[in-house]
């Protein structure tokens, strides 16, 4: 099983971002994104389950899409309306019909003036 994260970068605030998963090898029942900023744990962003159902942190409510592509193993997150708050590195997630937990490599979102 892969994980392959794409899309980040760097942004002023106010702006977007669209970060892009795609896993192979597998079906993925659940897939999600956290993030981890400097000098903080890991934290949930949002997730999506098979049937399109989605579920997102307070801090991203209203701001952050998340969708998949069954087809095509994606799971994607559009990122509007960014805070400089939002700076982390992001990681997907994805959990398996056997409940395996995989994860991606990260890529990084910097929102700064």
């Known amino acids: 099983v892969q994980l392959q994260a794409s899309g980040g970068g760097s942004v002023q605030p106010g702006g977007s971002l669209r970060l892009s998963c795609a896993g192979s090898?597998?079906?993925?029942?659940?897939m999600g994104w956290y993030r981890q900023a400097p000098g903080k744990q890991r934290e949930f962003v949002a997730s999506?389950?098979?049937?399109?159902?989605?579920t997102y942190a307070d801090s991203v409510l209203g701001r952050f899409t998340i969708s998949r592509d069954n087809a095509k193993n994606t799971v994607y997150l559009q990122m509007d309306g960014l805070k400089p708050e939002d700076t982390a590195v992001y990681y997907c997630?994805?959990?398996?019909?056997?409940?395996?937990?995989?994860w991606g490599q990260g890529t990084q979102v910097t929102v700064s003036s």
């Open positions: 090898g597998s079906i993925f029942r659940r």
């Open positions: 997630n994805m959990r398996n019909l056997r409940d395996y937990v995989y």
């Open positions: 999506i389950i098979i049937s399109g159902t989605p």
